[in-house]
């Protein structure tokens, strides 16, 4: 998969302005940003923290809608700004087009409920005409579908029975089941020991070849990035700074701060010179 | 990035709860120094010729039943009150705390059995429990005062049993530990420091139920008896003629109202600035 | 279910901490019992015969196992002026419950919706009037409102009769009707905790990442509210309500008395007054069970409500 390639363009972000408007003065927080992607497409966003990436991600995924914050520029997606749409037609696309999941596995699954009832929530939301027991079906094949053993056992317990990485598993399960056409990983492996980042890099890696699901991932680990990624935009206090092919960015970084960022990965070239062997 | 993170940028008020608290206090704490050297009337002084008189010059919460002045009656009761909740508080906040501290530092077999004790006497709402230790003893304001003061340890126990607990495996008490500090100096230079935040609004929030349980008490009869009237005895004996006359029973209904608001604003606002 | 266990087996320990510190309370400090009922006129021949009689000359160990085999049998005892303590209980103790409960339905009714309400509209102006009303609310001590309400309510605006109450033998509807003014005094201060504590609860669990991840799935509002956010606020809210059941039950002994009702409270009362310890003892019991029964309860909703609890406490 090369950046070069013309694919079918699904998402268009373009002017992305947010500003913080609960200080005395209002602080911007992402300028200018732009982003497209396209179809089965891994789009990975680098920055470190409060550099803006979240805030994007969020944005797209319409979840900043909070009075003190200021918006504007447009997220095109299937014909609707996603920044203007009123809130019902956005609800449609969030959870059955568009998935998310995030950082802390931990504290992003309702701690009370049980798996499957997680698992299952955007059919019931999107697809109130699918039965119960269908329903059940889905969830348990998709809990499998991502490595989950035992998916029937799975279905039954509960947030706090499982582990971190599981947990991670659930979310991209519960995110996957409506078979969104994107789906926004925010930082998915950062709460996570390393072995289980990998096992959750190939994951998302798999479903997209599988599924065809373009992503937009993010993470402050370039190394990662490079895994997985075919195009990378990196963001610094809040705007784009250097955006290009995995590729290109990583052997030959036009912005300073891109040098920096890659020179901070330890010893990066040596662990792919190790792959490549 | 976390929700809670974003939320924080916003979360910064003007704390009135404090200014309110300590406005209502200030007042309530004046008119009872003032009471202890200077009332209006003689408050156990009866008149014939002022029953039951509403709100006047003379009398600015008018009289009861048998003519005394309500104001100097209220400013007295209130003084009653107070004591009892403050003495209520000396008892069972630095008994329950000594308790509490001790049992839950050493651990073991007396701690078993002091918090099943414990846990025994917390079945009785603290009213009832006081209540009991009364009808065991005999009325008059320091009975009340200690039952209410005993009804109180469990629940001060618990709290810093609790706390105790979770700083007694911190890093700076293993570290007074290793330097040879006794268990004595453990207990109360290094951990009871570090609670005091705990217990001050444990004991704000005490007092208040200790204000309203003495009130409850007296109301029924059974707490300080005449002629040393607390506020609940005042209402007790004001609500059969509170149809001639409301401000028998507002006055020193309002008074308790006042001081229990006072001391929770304090109380909401400390925590808040916390 | 080894949770349950675990509590119930806790519970019934410290039910027989509580029945042995009931027992030494009420059988060392008052005295002699046979010198209250003869009167101190008695001869000592005439108060030993009592004393044998009522078995007070056996080891105390005895006379408490027997007093508690006695209890649990449903025997409490003779009052000192009554007949039987059991008989007395039966006959007041409907009149106490259904005022406990009245009370307890209109905190449920009252302050869920309200701080669910508050909640979700944080810093509006019905907010802010609710979390200053419930300050001054909880100020104010449950008899005082009960004054003010048959001020106001019975004797102003004549909407019941003050000390007017019927027993629910003889009109159930007029009883429950009597008992409606008292047991929204009992209720006021812990509707108002209530409010407070929901209100919080929701606010903080609205702010976890759980609920972004419900949004994110395509949730309205209201379902992130009633089908994610509310059952983790509920959590704290289900202890404070039996502690407030509970309270209610010996707030009634007060209310009953600015009411005029004829209940347990009042009985309690009195009985302490003539020193008539077997009523007491009974009362004070019955009232300690009640508190754990609900204690226990509590448990169990707690462990169906929030399945963490059983990881937690092994």
Not at chain 2, 146 to 152: C, E, K, S
Request: overall charge neutral.
């Amino acid at each position: 998969m090369c950046g070069s390639e013309k694919f079918e363009v699904i998402l268009s972000v373009n002017d992305l302005h947010i500003e913080f408007h609960d200080h005395k003065q209002p602080q911007t927080a992402v300028e200018d940003f732009d982003l497209e992607l396209s179809k089965g497409e891994i789009v990975g966003i680098v920055g470190e923290s409060g550099s803006g990436k979240s805030l994007s991600a969020l944005a797209i995924a319409g979840l900043l809608s909070r009075h003190d914050m200021y918006k504007s520029g447009r997220i095109m997606f299937e014909g609707e700004d996603l920044l203007t749409c009123n809130r019902r037609k956005l609800r449609t696309f969030q959870g059955d087009e568009i998935s998310m999941i995030f950082q802390e596995p931990m504290t992003s699954l309702h701690p009370v409920k049980k798996i499957g009832w997680q698992t299952e929530e955007s059919l019931r939301i999107h697809h109130p005409e699918i039965d119960k027991k269908e329903r059940r079906l889905r969830a348990i094949s998709m809990l499998g579908k991502v490595g989950l053993h035992e998916p029937e056992r799975v279905y039954d317990m509960y947030p706090h029975e499982l582990s971190g990485g599981m947990r991670q598993r659930v979310m991209i399960a519960a995110a996957m089941i409506g078979h969104p056409k994107i789906l926004i990983a925010d930082e998915p492996t950062t709460a996570l020991d390393v072995t289980v980042q990998a096992q959750i890099v190939d994951l998302l890696k798999s479903i997209n070849k599988e599924e065809g699901t373009s992503i937009i991932f993010i993470s402050h680990d370039l190394s990662l990035v490079r895994q997985i990624c075919s195009r990378v935009l990196v963001m610094q206090k809040g705007v784009v700074v250097e955006s290009g092919s995995v590729n290109d960015i990583f052997t030959r970084p036009k912005n300073l701060y891109t040098r920096k960022l890659i020179a901070s990965i330890p010893r990066v070239d040596l662990t792919s010179e190790k792959k490549d062997i | 990035m976390k929700l809670s993170m974003i939320k924080k940028f916003k979360d910064k008020k003007i704390n009135s709860f404090l200014l309110w608290g300590l406005i209502l206090t200030g007042i309530m704490l004046l008119i009872v120094v003032i009471g202890i050297f200077w009332t209006p009337y003689d408050p156990t002084k009866m008149s014939a010729s002022e029953k039951l008189q509403g709100i006047s010059l003379r009398h600015i919460l008018g009289t009861d039943n048998k003519g005394r002045d309500i104001f100097s009656r209220v400013m007295y009761g209130s003084r009653i009150t107070l004591g009892i909740a403050c003495g209520t508080m000396v008892i069972g906040a630095g008994l329950g705390t000594i308790l509490g501290a001790i049992t839950g530092y050493f651990g073991g077999f007396l701690d078993e059995v002091f918090m099943r004790i414990v846990d025994a006497m917390l079945a009785f709402p603290s009213i009832l429990l006081a209540l009991v230790i009364v009808s065991l003893f005999d009325s008059g304001n320091i009975v009340v005062m200690v039952a209410l003061g005993i009804a109180f340890i469990p629940s001060f126990a618990r709290i810093v049993r609790s706390e105790v607990l979770r700083c007694r495996t911190m890093d700076y008490v293993e570290n007074a530990r290793i330097q040879g500090a006794s268990d004595f100096r453990i207990i109360f230079r290094h951990i009871m420091p570090n609670i005091t935040g705990v217990l001050w609004s444990s004991v704000l929030i005490g007092f208040n139920n200790a204000v309203l349980a003495e009130a409850g008490l007296s109301y029924l009869g059974i707490g300080s008896q005449p002629p040393y009237d607390s506020l609940g005895n005042m209402l007790s004996s004001a609500q059969q003629f509170m149809v001639k006359n409301p401000i028998c029973v507002l006055g020193p209904g309002f008074a308790i109202v006042w001081m229990v608001l006072g001391f929770s604003f304090l109380g909401e606002g400390l925590r808040k600035k916390a | 279910m080894k949770y349950i266990l675990k509590k119930a087996s806790m519970m019934v320990l410290t039910l027989i901490a509580v029945s042995i510190l009931v027992f030494l309370a009420f059988n060392l400090i008052p005295g002699d019992p046979a010198t209250r009922i003869l009167g101190t006129e008695a001869t000592e021949s005439q108060l030993q015969l009592l004393r044998q009689e009522m078995g007070l000359n056996d080891p105390i160990y005895v006379r408490y196992l027997r007093w508690i085999w006695n209890f649990i049998r449903g025997d409490l005892g003779e009052s000192y002026s009554y007949g039987s303590v059991s008989a007395l209980i039966l006959d007041k103790i409907p009149i106490t419950i259904w005022l406990a409960i009245m009370a307890f339905f209109l905190m449920f009714v009252i302050s869920i919706p309200l701080g669910i309400f508050t909640a979700r509209h944080e810093g509006g102006v019905i907010d802010k009037i609710v979390v200053v009303l419930d300050q001054v609310i909880m100020a104010i001590p449950p008899f005082f409102s009960g004054i003010i309400i048959t001020l106001v309510f019975g004797l102003t605006l004549q909407l019941f009769v003050p000390g007017g109450f019927v027993s629910y033998k003889i009109d159930f509807w007029g009883f429950i009707g009597y008992l409606v003014f008292p047991a929204i005094a009992i209720a006021l201060p812990k509707i108002t905790m209530c409010v407070k504590l929901l209100r919080g609860s929701v606010i903080e669990e609205i702010s976890k990442d759980y609920t972004r991840t419900a949004y994110s799935r395509g949730n309205t509002t209201r379902g992130v509210l009633y089908r994610h956010v509310l059952k983790n606020a509920m959590i704290p809210v289900i202890t404070f309500m039996g502690m407030a059941l509970a309270d209610m039950v010996s707030g009634s002994i007060v209310i009953e008395q600015v009411f005029n009702i004829p209940g347990i409270g009042r009985m309690l009362l009195s009985s302490i007054n003539n020193r008539d310890y077997p009523v007491v003892e009974a009362i004070i019991m019955g009232i300690a069970i009640l508190v754990m029964v609900v204690n226990l309860i509590v448990d169990i909703i707690y462990r169906l409500v929030d399945p963490r609890i059983e990881a937690i406490n092994d």
